[in-house]
């Protein structure tokens, strides 16, 4: 949802959805991410201290605050691993004390969980304290100990999670910590967490990635003007925040068609991390093209059968994949109901003529049309930048 890595974005344009709706037709079903999942949070705090950003100011340890406020400063900081907890899921913790002063906080980058790294963040803890968490605690020995033992231990009195953990080998944590006389409260600011971990939540529930498609098209949905020429329509700012969401996906997926034509680089460009770059379709690629040099890992998939796609997914625990390519692939992995989300890019500009950014989806009438959700608007740089989160598959159906 959010821009720049490890940096809690500036305030934009902001849309505010409808309030959510829960229709509990299937374990986790509530967790749409539309339909007013999206209420942002307000920028409560300067950007959390265990940021490495430069910009980063600290939060008065003793600060008093709210159930609601530790929650959303536990989310800020979840946010800070965007990128770096593959494949396992983001997660933000605060430790405050009984009377909400601020103790510690902390979030996963990949080793320690999130309420293991605010506990050893955490000069003491005393009687009654309470632990905010995005994610319920796990309750498994899995690369780390459990983290309600850990909790246990450090003589936490309260627990307050934002979303229950739909992975089965961590489950129980709820049930082991009221046991142990821990006070459990489960549910605070559910939808926002749920929202930020949606790629990660999308893979557990479905068992594939959460696949996302980035479109930079003119205002009349141009991707290309008539004689193919294409660069750049949207703004320096808005191909910075393409670079940084690359660096939040595990994945970059485009098509032979795309390296032939763009031969791009999909790297972030030094924002982060570089995923891994998946090249789509059985037309063979220049062996010098860019994709294939060794700023990255990069693999190619002599097919247009998504089920290969899908396959090597499953083997390497992708959460996110961003699909980067023309119109023809996109369209075709929209038909394939494997799109679960836009995130279009739109620059204040018109070419009439031209390739849209969507090619011929078999909707010849207005009730096949695709439709989506509005998630988010801001405006970056001189752009639009719009998320959209495809109704039909959110596990709720369609409007
Ligand atoms: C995390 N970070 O802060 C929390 C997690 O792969 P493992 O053994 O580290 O276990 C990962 C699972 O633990 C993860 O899928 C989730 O269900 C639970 N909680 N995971 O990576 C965290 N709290
Ligand atoms: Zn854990």
């Not at 996302?212 to 703004?235: C, E, H, L, Y």
Request: a negative charge; charged letters at 20%; aromatic letters at 4%.
């Amino acid at each position: 949802m959010t821009g720049g890595l490890g940096v809690i974005p500036e305030p934009t344009v902001k849309v505010r959805m409808r309030e959510n709706q829960r229709v509990a037709v299937a374990p986790f079903a509530h967790l749409v991410f539309a339909r007013g999942i999206v209420r942002r949070l307000p920028l409560l705090f300067p950007p959390p201290r265990c940021s490495t950003d430069s910009r980063a100011r600290v939060l008065k340890m003793n600060q008093v605050l709210s159930a609601e406020s530790a929650m959303a400063r536990a989310i800020e900081c979840a946010r800070l691993g965007l990128g770096k907890t593959f494949p396992n899921p983001i997660v933000g913790a605060v430790i405050t004390s009984a009377t909400g002063e601020l103790i510690s906080e902390g979030f996963h980058q990949g080793t320690d969980h999130a309420e293991v790294v605010a506990i050893k963040a955490a000069k003491e803890i005393p009687a009654g304290s309470i632990i905010y968490v995005t994610l319920e605690p796990c309750n498994h020995q899995g690369k780390t100990p459990p983290c309600t033992e850990a909790i246990i231990d450090a003589g936490i009195s309260k627990v307050v999670y934002a979303v229950t953990d739909p992975n089965p080998i961590a489950a129980g944590g709820t049930a082991k910590l009221r046991n142990s006389g821990i006070e459990v409260v489960v549910g605070l600011l559910e939808s926002e967490a749920a929202f930020d971990n949606r790629a990660w939540i999308t893979k557990i529930a479905k068992d594939r990635p959460r696949i996302t498609w980035k479109i930079a098209s003119t205002m009349d949905g141009k991707v290309a003007a008539s004689d193919g020429s294409s660069k750049w329509i949207t703004s320096e700012l808005a191909r910075a925040d393409v670079a940084a969401l690359r660096s939040q996906a595990d994945a970059i997926l485009t098509s032979t068609a795309t390296v032939l034509a763009d031969n791009p680089l999909l790297t972030s460009k030094g924002l982060g991390k570089n995923p891994v770059r998946i090249v789509m379709g059985e037309r063979e690629i220049a062996p010098g093209s860019q994709v294939l040099n060794s700023d990255a890992e990069t693999v190619v998939i002599k097919s247009h059968d998504f089920q290969d796609l899908i396959s090597l997914s499953k083997e390497r625990e992708f959460n996110q994949i961003l699909v980067e390519s023309g119109p023809t692939f996109g369209t075709a992995l929209l038909k394939a109901d494997l799109v679960d989300e836009v995130i279009l890019f739109q620059a204040p500009t018109f070419f009439g003529s031209g390739t849209p950014s969507i090619s011929d989806l078999g909707v010849s009438t207005i009730s096949q049309r695709l439709d989506f959700e509005i998630a988010d608007v801001e405006v970056i740089g001189a752009d639009l930048k719009i998320t959209l989160i495809n109704c039909a598959n959110q596990e709720e159906g369609g409007r």
